[in-house]
C-alpha cells in the first residue's frame, strides 16, 4: 500500500486491540427534523474533514505509537441503516465513518483515536455544517469549530502525551472494604448476545432544581440515581458500590480544542449508610468531594502515573457514568430532535443535554428495562418527572457492508 | 451455599483478577523436583492423601463467581498422574483441581492457578508432599520443624488472600510510580519464541559465596540479583542511558499475620534504578541504594498501602520489567534436603526469575524467551567479575503448555 505518513499522535492507547474486536463501536447519532439531503451531508462531511484533517487519515499502530497515514481513497458517508465499522474497506480503513438513513446521521470511531468530547466535537463540527447548508442560516460566532487548515498537533494531543514535569504525587482513592461490595451480574449481554440500551430525558431546569436542592452537581446527581437504584433493585445487599465517572481533563491541562483521547476516570466508592440514609445532601457533598479532588491536576497527573507504571483492573466496578455536557450547534440546534450515544459495555449511563432537555441513555444490558424503571422512580422522588424517549432495544451490531 | 446448582463448601474471599488469565494461559506456576530414585507411585499417592488433609482446599474445585472464589464439593479422585507434562488445570483431566501432581520417571511436579495459590503457597503444599514422601520412601520420621503436617485444619486458618486483608489504621504512603515510561528502559529483542509457550533455563550460584557477599553488604538475595542483573543489562546495552524497572517479590504475610497462609498474598513491587545508580558508583552504594528503597516497601506502611491499592485496582503487572523476581527463597526438609536434587520452579512469564536455595546452591531458573541464553551468559559473567563461579546447569530448553491428556 502507498500512504504517506502524516501525524504521529503519540502511544498508542489499550482501545487499539478493542476497537478490531468489538462490533459495537462508540456511536454517536442524532435524528433531524427532515430526511437527510445526500449531497448536503456529504459537502458538509468534507468541510468537516478540512477542519479536522486527521479523521481523513488511516491510524496504523507503528512501535507502540498511533500513526496517521494520508490516503488517496474517498471516505464518503454512508447510506446505510445500520452502522459500519471503522477501519474496513468500505470507509477505505478510515477511524471515521459516517452513516445517514432517512432522518438520522450515525458516526462511528476509533476509541483508540478519539474519546467522547472529540467525538461530540467533530460530529457537532459536521451537523453544524449540514444545517447550515439545509436551512441557509448560519451564526455570526458560531459555538463549533470551523477553522481549517490548522496543524494536527493544533487540535489532536492525547492526555498520555502530556509532559507531566514534576508534580505532587497525591494518595489514589481506595476501596476501605473490599468483601461485601457488589456488581449487577444481570448486567450482561442476553443469551443472543445482544446489548440492549434505552433513552429517557427530563427537563433540564427541572432536573438542575432538584440537583441544587442536595447540592449536587450532574455527575454527582447521575452518581445518586445509580446507587440508589442499585441499593433498591438489590435489597439483600448493603455492601459499598464503585462507580467510574469519565471526564474530560481538556480544561485542567488546558488544551480544549483536542480530540485525542484525553478523559481521566474517577472512581467514586459509595456506601449504602452514605445513600439510603435520611439525607442525600450529605451524601451529594461527600461524592462532589470525591469528584473534585481527583479533578485536580496533580491527581490527574499522578494517575496517568499509575496507568504507565502498572497494569491493573478496577475491582468491582458497578458502572460508568458519563456527564457529556451540552449538544449545541447554535441557531439550528432545533432541528436536531434526538441523540443517541452507545458503546459495547452494559454498565454504561451517558447524559447529554439537548434543547432544554438531559437525555440520560441507560444502557444496562439484560437489566436495561429494571434499571430504567428503577430510575424513573428516582427521578419522580427528587421531583422530576421523566419521559421514556426510547424504550429498551438491542443495538444493532456494526457491519463491514451497507444495508436497506 | 448452592451456585450454578453446584455447592460451595468455602467462600475464599474477592477473588485476584487474573483469575481470568488463568483460565486462558497455556501454563500454570509449577515446581518440580527432581529426586535421587525414580518416584514410586504407590507411596507418592499416599503422600498426595495424606497432604490433602493437610490442605483439605487443594482437594476442592475452585470456581469464579461475583469477583470472588469459590471453592465447590468436587468428584472424582484428585490423584498423582504420571505424565512428563503438566495437565491442564481445572479441567476433566485433573477432575477440575485448581492444583494437580504429575510424576515420571524420578520428577514429581506441582502446578497450580495463580489466582488459587501463589509462589510460596505452592512451595508450602510441595514442602508438606515432599517431606511425607520422602520419609515414607526413605522410612524416616515425617515431622520436620517448620514443615505443615496439621491435619483437618479450618481453611480459614491456611487460606487468607489479600483481598481479605484491608487496614484501616496505617499511615498511607505514595507507592512507587514512574514519572515518565518513556524513560524506561524496554528490552524489545526480549521476546518468546513462537514455538513454545515459556523458555527457561537453569543457573546455579554456590549459596555460601554468594550469601557471603550479600551479608558483606548487608542485602538479601533478591536486592544482590537485581543488581547483578542491572550490571548485565547496562554491560549488555552499553550505550544505554534510560532507566531499569525491577519487579520484586514481596510477601505480604508477616504484616497482617498470617504466616500460614497458602492463598495469593504477595506482590511484585517496582525498584527503578538510573544508569548513575548502577554504573556510577560503587558496590555499596549502588546496593545501599536498593537496600533502601527495598525496605521501605517492605514496612508495614508501605505495604499496608500497596494492598489497599491491590484491592481497589488490582494490579496485574509492572511495565517494562527488565526483570521480576518471581520468588527467591529456600527449599528445606530438614535432612529429607538432601534427597532432592534439582528443584525448579516456572510460569507463564517472561523476564522473570525464581531463586530456590537447595542444600549448597541457590538454583536460578532464567525465563527470557529467545534471549534466555544471552541473559544467562550476562549475569553469570557479571557474577565472575563479583567473585562468584556460577555455572549454566540447564541450557534454554520450551516448557511445554499444559496438556489434556497425561504423556508417558
Redesign the interface.
Same mark, same amino acid.
Given at each position: 500500500m502507498n500512504r504517506t505518513e502524516y501525524f504521529n499522535g503519540g502511544p498508542m492507547s489499550p482501545f487499539w486491540w478493542y476497537d478490531k474486536e468489538t462490533e459495537y463501536h462508540n456511536k454517536f447519532s442524532v435524528s433531524l427534523d427532515h430526511e437527510i439531503v445526500p449531497d448536503k451531508l456529504s459537502e458538509a462531511w468534507d468541510k468537516t474533514k478540512k477542519v479536522y484533517p486527521l479523521i481523513d487519515c488511516v491510524p496504523d499502530m507503528v512501535n507502540g505509537e498511533i500513526v496517521f497515514y494520508k490516503d488517496d481513497r474517498e471516505n464518503p458517508p454512508i447510506k446505510s441503516s445500520r452502522p459500519i465499522k471503522p477501519g474496513t474497506d468500505i470507509c477505505a480503513q478510515r477511524a471515521f465513518v459516517i452513516t445517514y438513513y432517512e432522518n438520522k446521521i450515525t458516526m462511528s470511531s476509533f476509541h483508540s483515536v478519539i474519546d467522547g468530547g472529540g467525538i461530540n466535537m467533530i460530529f457537532s463540527t459536521l451537523l453544524y455544517f449540514y444545517l447550515e447548508s439545509y436551512t441557509g442560516e448560519s451564526d455570526e460566532q458560531p459555538p463549533v469549530e470551523t477553522r481549517e487548515n490548522r496543524a494536527p498537533d493544533e487540535y489532536y494531543k492525547a492526555l498520555a502525551t502530556i509532559?507531566?514535569g514534576e508534580f505532587e504525587?497525591k494518595? #489514589?482513592?481506595?476501596?476501605?472494604?473490599?468483601?461485601g461490595? *457488589?456488581?449487577d #451480574?444481570d448486567m450482561a449481554p442476553d443469551e443472543n448476545g445482544d446489548i440492549m440500551s434505552s433513552r429517557i430525558k427530563v427537563p433540564v431546569d427541572k432536573f438542575i432544581a432538584a440537583c441544587k436542592n442536595i447540592g449536587a452537581n450532574p455527575s454527582t446527581m447521575m452518581t445518586i440515581l445509580m446507587s440508589k437504584a442499585s441499593y433498591k433493585l438489590h435489597p439483600e445487599r448493603d455492601g459499598d458500590l464503585?462507580f467510574v465517572l469519565t471526564m474530560s481533563a481538556r480544561k485542567t491541562f488546558n488544551i480544549p480544542d483536542t480530540i485525542a483521547n484525553c478523559s481521566t476516570n474517577l #472512581?467514586i466508592p459509595v456506601e449504602y449508610s452514605d445513600i439510603m440514609g435520611d439525607d442525600i445532601s450529605k451524601a451529594s457533598k461527600k461524592i462532589r468531594s470525591v469528584i473534585d479532588y481527583q479533578r485536580g491536576e496533580d491527581f490527574i497527573k499522578?494517575f496517568a502515573? *499509575?496507568f504507565?507504571?502498572?497494569?491493573?483492573? #478496577?475491582?468491582?466496578r458497578y458502572a460508568v457514568l458519563t456527564y457529556i455536557g451540552k449538544l449545541d450547534i447554535g441557531k439550528n440546534t432545533k432541528h436536531i430532535k434526538g441523540f443517541e450515544m452507545t458503546d459495547d459495555a452494559t454498565c454504561t449511563m451517558f447524559m447529554m443535554e439537548l434543547n432544554g432537555e438531559f437525555v440520560i441513555s441507560l444502557q444496562f444490558g439484560k437489566v436495561t428495562e429494571k434499571y430504567m424503571n428503577s430510575i424513573i422512580n428516582i427521578l419522580s422522588d427528587f421531583g422530576v418527572e421523566s419521559e421514556i424517549e426510547t424504550a429498551p432495544y438491542a443495538i444493532i451490531k456494526d457491519s463491514d457492508t451497507a444495508a436497506g | 451455599m448452592i451456585i450454578n446448582n453446584k455447592e460451595a463448601v468455602f467462600n475464599g474471599?474477592?477473588f485476584q483478577?487474573y483469575w481470568w488469565a488463568d483460565e486462558h494461559e497455556p501454563v500454570h506456576p509449577a515446581i518440580r523436583a527432581e529426586l535421587k530414585d525414580n518416584i514410586d507411585p504407590e507411596i507418592l499417592e499416599k503422600a498426595w492423601e495424606d497432604t490433602k488433609k493437610v490442605y483439605p482446599l487443594i482437594d476442592l474445585i475452585p470456581d469464579d463467581y461475583?469477583?470472588e472464589v469459590l471453592f465447590f464439593k468436587s468428584d472424582g479422585e484428585s490423584k498423582p498422574i504420571k505424565s512428563k507434562n503438566a495437565l491442564k488445570l481445572v479441567s476433566d483431566a485433573v477432575k477440575y483441581r485448581g492444583v494437580s501432581l504429575t510424576y515420571f520417571e524420578n520428577t514429581a511436579s506441582l502446578s497450580a492457578y495463580h489466582s488459587v495459590v501463589d509462589e510460596k503457597g505452592l512451595i508450602e503444599i510441595f514442602r508438606t508432599l515432599m517431606n511425607f514422601y520422602i520419609s515414607a520412601f526413605k522410612d524416616t520420621a515425617a515431622d520436620v520443624s517448620g514443615v505443615m503436617t496439621k491435619n483437618n485444619r479450618k481453611p480459614e486458618e491456611y487460606y487468607i488472600q489479600n483481598?481479605?486483608l484491608?487496614s484501616?489504621d496505617y499511615a498511607?504512603q505514595?507507592?512507587?510510580?514512574?514519572?515518565?515510561?518513556r524513560e524506561i528502559f524496554n528490552d524489545t529483542s526480549v521476546v518468546s519464541d513462537e514455538n513454545c509457550a515459556v523458555t527457561s533455563g537453569e543457573l546455579d550460584i554456590p549459596f555460601s559465596s554468594y550469601d557471603e557477599l550479600c551479608k558483606k553488604y548487608g542485602v538479601s538475595a533478591d536486592e544482590m540479583f537485581v543488581y547483578a542483573m542491572a550490571k548485565s543489562v547496562y554491560e549488555m546495552y552499553p550505550e544505554e542511558r534510560k532507566k531499569l524497572s525491577f519487579g520484586v517479590m514481596t510477601d505480604f504475610r508477616s504484616t497482617f499475620d498470617v504466616p500460614e497462609t497458602i492463598a495469593p498474598c504477595s506482590k511484585k513491587m517496582?525498584v527503578v534504578l538510573t544508569y548513575e545508580d548502577v554504573c556510577g558508583q560503587d558496590m555499596k552504594n549502588a546496593l545501599e541504594n536498593i537496600l533502601g528503597i527495598r525496605n521501605y516497601q517492605k514496612s508495614d506502611d508501605y505495604i499496608r498501602s500497596h494492598v489497599?491499592?491491590e484491592?481497589?485496582?488490582?494490579?496485574?503487572?509492572?511495565?517494562n520489567a527488565c526483570l521480576s523476581v518471581n520468588f527467591c527463597g529456600e527449599f528445606e526438609i530438614g535432612e529429607n534436603t538432601s534427597y532432592i536434587q534439582n528443584i525448579t520452579m516456572t510460569d507463564y512469564s517472561i523476564r522473570s526469575v525464581f531463586m530456590i536455595r537447595l542444600g549448597d546452591n541457590i538454583k536460578v531458573s532464567f525465563q527470557y524467551g529467545n534471549a534466555t541464553g544471552k541473559y544467562m551468559d550476562a549475569v553469570k559473567k557479571t557474577l565472575d567479575g563479583f567473585g562468584i563461579q556460577s555455572k549454566i546447569t540447564v541450557s534454554p530448553y520450551p516448557v511445554s503448555a499444559e496438556s489434556d491428556k497425561p504423556i508417558v
Open positions: 509532559e507531566t504525587q494518595p #489514589l482513592i481506595t476501596y476501605k472494604k473490599r468483601k461490595m *457488589f456488581i #451480574l464503585a #472512581l499522578t502515573a *499509575f504507565e507504571t502498572y497494569d491493573w483492573i #478496577l475491582a468491582k | 474471599g474477592p483478577s461475583d469477583e483481598t481479605m484491608l484501616n498511607p505514595p507507592i512507587k510510580l514512574y514519572r515518565d515510561i517496582p489497599a491499592l484491592n481497589t485496582y488490582s494490579v496485574l503487572n509492572i511495565r
